[in-house]
């Protein structure tokens, strides 16, 4: 049996988006997957990435959500990091 994978697009800001050089990463994971899977799979491919795991927020579709949330085929995905200013 084939094993599904989800199709999501995942969109980087800030020091997230310096680091690795581009804003958006397409990203194909086993099924079914929570917002935390997605970032084990980031932190261990990307060490710019796990460097922040601790303080990253996730948005699924334009709306905050815990690690916890399923995500599904299609989803927009945005790693928000704290922004400090002056």
Do not use: C, W
């Not at 969109?11 to 935390?36: C, H, N």
Request: hydrophobic fraction near 45%; aromatic fraction near 10%; glycine fraction near 6%.
């Amino acid at each position: 049996m084939q094993k599904a994978f989800l199709h999501l697009r995942v969109y980087l800001f800030s020091v997230l988006k310096e680091r690795l050089g581009q804003d958006m990463l397409e990203i194909a994971l086993p099924a079914p997957a929570t917002g935390g899977h997605l970032l084990d799979y980031l932190t261990s491919r990307f060490p710019e990435v796990a460097a922040y795991r601790s303080v990253i927020r996730l948005a699924v579709n334009h709306t905050y959500v815990p690690e916890s949330t399923f995500l599904a085929e299609g989803d927009e995905i945005a790693l928000i990091t704290p922004v400090s200013g002056g």
